[in-house]
């Protein structure tokens, strides 16, 4: 078994951790709801920033009023919220990615690099299977195909953990940018073919908003933990 944290790491990815990303993540959702719709109006049908903020505002109240208790709990609840709560293709797309995350973290309390990397892993895994779309059919797995392999290259590389996410962030973002130039052969994007070119996908656009959130939960622990105290929260 490999060490659930580097001596140098002050970052305990525990439960507490696991339930502020999704908060964040939450919050950027909100955040970003309208400018969601507008890349959705221009290629699909504009209800990509409500179909996710409904989910979230979802998640949030289900976290809120449960006591999840380890890392995968919190992304079954995460998942089996999503596929609930948000219509239209990404609800279930996105749900099922969080629970096969969940998945495969297992049963621990903590988890490591390594471990988070290989959540990812399966998160796109599951998008892959459920939406059969393969890399460049303009589509969130555009953004996730990038950031896994980074996150794996980092883990790897046994890089710390907010650097491994930076780089993490900005294979996404790179990844969603590329979409623009794309064109969609899945989903309602693809009903417009050659004209779906010059867009960026909604999907993407918020893969790199989620992954973000997590980038910046593990940069806020990382400030708040540098005393040495273990946890984000202590428990
Ligand atoms: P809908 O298209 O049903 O209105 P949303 O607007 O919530 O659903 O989500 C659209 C996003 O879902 C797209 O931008 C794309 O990233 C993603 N998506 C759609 N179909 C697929 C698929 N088959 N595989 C992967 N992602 C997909
Ligand atoms: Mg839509």
């Known amino acids: ?122 998160a796109l895994a599951a998008i892959r299977k459920l939406g059969a779309a393969r890399d460049g059919d303009k589509t969130m797995v555009d953004a996730f195909v990038p950031a896994v392999a980074a996150l794996n290259k980092a883990a790897a590389d046994a890089v710390p953990l907010v650097a491994a996410l930076d780089a993490t962030v900005a294979a996404a973002e790179a990844g969603a940018q590329a979409t623009i130039a794309m064109q969609a052969v899945k989903g309602r994007a693809s009903y417009l073919g050659p004209r779906s070119v010059g867009h960026e996908d909604p999907g993407a656009a918020s893969t790199v908003l989620i992954l973000t959130a997590l980038r910046d939960t593990a940069r806020e622990a990382s400030e708040s933990g540098a005393s040495g105290e273990p946890g984000v929260n202590g428990d």
């Open 1 to 122: 078994m490999k060490p659930v944290t580097t001596p140098d790491e002050p970052v305990a990815l525990d439960t507490a951790f696991f339930v502020a990303w999704i908060t964040k993540a939450a919050q950027a959702i909100e955040e970003h709801l309208t400018r969601l719709g507008e890349l959705d109006a221009a290629i699909g049908d504009g209800d990509h920033g409500t179909n996710l903020d409904r989910g979230f505002a979802g998640v949030l109240r289900v976290l809120d009023t449960t006591s999840p208790r380890t890392p995968a709990t919190v992304l079954a609840l995460t998942g089996t919220t999503l596929i609930s709560k948000v219509g239209g293709a990404s609800g279930p797309l996105y749900g099922t990615a969080f629970r096969r995350a969940g998945n495969a973290l297992g049963d621990a309390e903590r988890i490591d690099l390594p471990g988070l990397a290989a959540a990812l892993e399966a």
